[in-house]
């Protein structure tokens, strides 16, 4: 997707930092995050994989939740790390625009993702009589496939309208990856089309999502608030607990991004705001489902004893 009517060939990462010294620090730190969030999902993965009770419809899109961050972050990092240690971070026009597909691919997705689980736990709270029906393996696969077809949609729309810019005179891009926003100031001719795309785009990835999980929850709450059983509320609740975490963690850091304008947003701090859903989110989706969730926790314990006796 390289666009005809660019002169440049590649971009510049100005990164995270200028300060030399804290370069090496950086470096580390973020190679950490790195590890924990491929451990942590990878390791939900094998787990939901080799565990036949956590095969699920809720545990089916956790096992996706967590491939999509894992492939998510190495679109980024990777590349981010080599910035604390080459001079110059230089990434070639068509290499920055294919980690722009990738990265509105596995955003626009996980945010699907997180919709679906919300209906997943309107369906198991509100109807559970008819649950293994509504939620059967045609409807999660449909949901599924939904999902990416959002996700490639909006990848290609974002992708196709940056591609679109000509990029003649400065190259150095403003942040730790080839991001929306900082493309969007590189370009030397007018960027109203494309940043109505990115409006248009970023409020349906954002807002379809984000009413389906308001709506399901409003009605999940209104049911667990009609249950007598102290006990049943609070299992309905424990249910609900690990996914509001994540998705208040997901939406809040990527609205904060996408629904500010420029001005109000400077990037300097859509920086931080990118390295929040970007690294910290995808490692802390695997601790935050482990650490809330008994079902996982007797799944690993099962894994575990198995070696142990094996």
């Not at 509100?126 to 949609?153: A, H, Q, R």
């Not at 891009?173 to 100031?185: A, R, T």
């Not at 308001?214 to 049943?232: C, D, K, P, R, W």
């Not at 609070?234 to 850091?253: D, M, N, Q, R």
Request: charged letters at 10%; aromatic letters at 12%; hydrophobic letters at 50%.
């Amino acid at each position: 997707m390289v666009a005809e009517n660019s002169s440049l060939t590649e971009f510049i990462f100005a990164g995270l930092t200028d300060q030399p010294g804290l370069q090496i620090p950086l470096y580390f730190l973020f190679l950490g995050f790195y590890m924990v969030t491929m451990v942590g999902n990878l390791g939900l993965v094998t787990l939901i994989g080799l565990n036949s009770h956590l095969h699920t419809p809720m545990y089916f899109f956790l096992f996706n939740l967590s491939l999509i961050d894992f492939c998510y972050s190495t679109t980024i990092i990777p590349k981010m790390l080599k910035s604390f240690v080459s001079k110059q971070n230089i990434i070639l026009h068509a290499g920055c625009m294919t980690q722009l597909f990738f990265f509105c691919f596995f955003v626009i997705s996980e945010s699907f993702v997180l919709s679906a689980m919300a209906y997943d736990r309107y369906v198991a709270i509100c109807k559970p009589l008819v649950y293994m029906v509504t939620m059967s393996p045609e409807v999660c696969l449909l949901l599924l496939l939904s999902v990416y077809v959002m996700g490639f949609s909006g990848a290609m729309a974002h992708t196709g309208s940056i591609a679109s810019l000509t990029f003649c005179a400065n190259n150095v891009v403003n942040h730790f990856m080839c991001d929306i926003l900082p493309l969007l100031e590189l370009s030397c001719n007018s960027t109203y089309v494309n940043e109505l795309v990115v409006f248009v785009v970023v409020s349906i990835g954002i807002g379809m999502p984000i009413v389906t999980i308001f709506i399901s929850y409003a009605l999940i709450v209104s049911t667990i608030l009609n249950i007598h059983s102290t006990e049943g509320r609070s299992k309905a609740f424990s249910t609900c607990g690990s996914h509001i975490i994540v998705v208040s963690l997901f939406y809040g850091s990527e609205a904060f991004m996408y629904l500010k304008p420029p001005s109000i947003l400077p990037l300097e701090q859509g920086k931080v705001s990118s390295l929040f859903y970007t690294i910290v989110v995808p490692m802390l989706n695997p601790v935050i489902y482990s650490l809330r969730n008994n079902d996982v926790k007797i799944g690993l314990r099962k894994i575990l004893g198995r070696k142990i006796f094996s």
